[in-house]
């Protein structure tokens, strides 16, 4: 992983939001954000970190098949990429903050390809749930891609949701449930430790 310094800000000219989490609040207030980046233990161990992210769950979004196992989607075969769909807090960050962290947190030059991982079901994706989420994401991959901040063209797919099937239960909070583990050891921890660092003002406490 390649953290660069893009921000919300710098890209889209949006201010920042940064309001206290209300406890009370139900989760039919919260927003849905559905993306892929690769293998979904990195992106959910970053995603889980950050204020304003109330739950993260790894899963499978974009392909032909319904409730695809992992021994599927790793084939290529059902069409799936490894996602994971959050639930947001838009009062404590926004959608445009959250592709903000989704953008810097892979390689979105690279297709079907994420570092040892190759395959569709690795390919950076944006599964947008509404307009308001399409033109956002849309406006943030034109301007990324104007600012030169990668050399290769931005691969990203910007396609609307359709569904999204939950990951079996030994996927879900992986790294922290398994960080003896070689992969979390070697691959995910050195990411998260610049993750922390980069986005320190943006971590849970």
């Given at each position: 992983?390649?953290?660069?310094?893009?921000?919300?800000?710098?890209?889209?000219?949006?201010?920042?939001?940064?309001?206290?989490?209300?406890?009370?609040?139900?989760?039919?207030?919260?927003?849905?954000?559905?993306?892929?980046?690769?293998?979904?233990?990195?992106?959910?161990?970053?995603?889980?970190?950050?204020?304003?992210?109330?739950?993260?769950?790894?899963?499978?979004?974009?392909?032909?098949?319904?409730?695809?196992?992992?021994?599927?989607?790793?084939?290529?075969?059902?069409?799936?990429?490894?996602?994971?769909?959050?639930?947001?807090?838009?009062?404590?960050?926004?959608?445009?903050?959250?592709?903000?962290?989704?953008?810097?947190?892979?390689?979105p030059t690279t297709l079907n390809k994420q570092g040892a991982d190759e395959g569709t079901q690795?390919?950076?994706?944006?599964?947008?749930?509404?307009?308001?989420?399409?033109?956002?994401?849309?406006?943030?991959?034109?301007?990324?891609?104007?600012?030169?901040?990668?050399?290769?063209?931005?691969?990203?797919?910007?396609?609307?949701?359709?569904?999204?099937?939950?990951?079996?239960?030994?996927?879900?909070?992986?790294?922290?449930?398994?960080?003896?583990?070689?992969?979390?050891?070697?691959?995910?921890?050195?990411?998260?430790?610049?993750?922390?660092?980069?986005?320190?003002?943006?971590?849970?406490?």
């Amino acid at each position: 992983m390649k953290l660069i310094a893009i921000t919300t800000v710098f890209i889209l000219g949006l201010a920042s939001v940064m309001a206290q989490t209300n406890p009370q609040k139900k989760m039919n207030e919260f927003e849905t954000a559905t993306l892929g980046s690769g293998c979904f233990w990195c992106t959910e161990a970053f995603f889980l970190r950050v204020k304003g992210i109330e739950s993260v769950v790894s899963g499978y979004s974009g392909g032909k098949v319904k409730n695809p196992t992992y021994r599927e989607v790793t084939t290529g075969l059902t069409g799936h990429a490894e996602v994971i769909q959050i639930k947001f807090d838009p009062t404590v960050i926004t959608y445009a903050e959250v592709l903000e962290i989704f953008w810097n947190t892979h390689d979105p030059t690279t297709l079907n390809k994420q570092g040892a991982d190759e395959g569709t079901q690795y390919r950076s994706a944006v599964f947008y749930h509404n307009d308001a989420q399409k033109k956002t994401a849309e406006e943030y991959k034109t301007q990324l891609s104007k600012s030169g901040v990668f050399k290769n063209p931005i691969v990203t797919e910007i396609t609307a949701f359709k569904e999204f099937y939950p990951a079996e239960d030994y996927h879900q909070n992986y790294y922290a449930l398994n960080p003896n583990q070689g992969y979390c050891q070697y691959v995910i921890r050195p990411k998260i430790e610049k993750f922390n660092k980069q986005y320190a003002s943006k971590l849970k406490k």
